[in-house]
Nanobody
Framework: QVQLVESGGGLVQAGGSLRLSCAAS????????MGWFRQAPGKEREFVAR????????YYTDSVKGRFTISRDNAKNTVYLQMNSLKPEDTAVYYC??????????????????WGQGTQVTVSS
């Protein structure tokens, strides 16, 4: 059974940093993409960043480019999202998800099979 467990969320002032972690278990993730998504109150869930497990190729939504970095540690089966220069508009519940590389959307939410429970990130102004 695939499990994705996020951690690392919290309250931070604008300009600060947080690192989110997503511990994955239950299968081999070779051939999979791992994504980070977020959902603010009253808004739809949106894509934030994606990394392919094998090659490490990354994609970001424009609003986080240059501030967020997605990475993975194959030995630990863990994906990270380093978030710097945080802004109040980054406030949301952040989710990680996994999906087959051929089906998972490159910059959207479609095609991801497994989702974590989410971790709250709150950025105060």
């Amino acid at each position: 059974q695939v499990q994705l467990v996020e951690s690392g969320g919290g309250l931070v002032q604008a300009g600060g940093s947080l690192r989110l972690s997503c511990a994955a278990s239950g299968r081999t993730f070779s051939g999979y993409a791992m994504g980070w998504f977020r959902q603010a109150p009253g808004k739809e869930r949106e894509f934030v960043a994606r990394i392919t497990w094998n090659s490490g190729m990354t994609y970001y939504t424009d609003s986080v480019k240059g501030r967020f970095t997605i990475s993975r540690d194959n030995a630990k089966n863990t994906v990270y999202l380093q978030m710097n220069s945080l802004k109040p508009e980054d406030t949301a519940v952040y989710y990680c998800a996994s999906g087959n590389l051929l089906r998972a959307s490159v910059t959207g939410t479609g095609g991801y099979d497994y989702w974590g429970q989410g971790t709250q990130v709150t950025v105060s102004s």
